[in-house]
């Protein structure tokens, strides 16, 4: 965790070449999520997003994520 306050998390995660995140459902959570360097793959829900350097994403419900 890098910061914390009583209405947000920061928190920066790493997910290296080939590897991906667990899918996880939050269900009194939203989250954006910064992709700071490289390029991936988020699901939300059903819908898979291609994601880069500079992407921004929302999400509540279902999401994962992987490095490509």
Same mark, same amino acid.
Do not use: C
């Given at each position: 965790?890098? $910061?914390?306050?009583?209405?947000?998390?920061? =928190?920066? #995660?790493?997910?290296?070449? %080939?590897?991906? /995140?667990?899918?996880?459902?939050?269900?009194?959570?939203? $989250?954006?999520?910064?992709?700071?360097?490289? =390029?991936? #793959?988020?699901?939300?829900? %059903?819908?898979? /997003?291609?994601?880069?350097?500079?992407?921004?994403?929302?999400?509540?419900?279902?999401?994962?994520?992987?490095?490509?």
């Amino acid at each position: 965790m890098v $910061e914390a306050a009583p209405n947000f998390t920061l =928190k920066t #995660i790493e997910v290296n070449p %080939g590897q991906r /995140l667990s899918l996880q459902y939050h269900n009194h959570r939203s $989250e954006h999520w910064v992709v700071v360097a490289g =390029k991936g #793959i988020v699901t939300i829900g %059903g819908d898979t /997003l291609r994601v880069d350097t500079g992407s921004h994403v929302n999400r509540s419900g279902f999401a994962g994520g992987s490095n490509s």
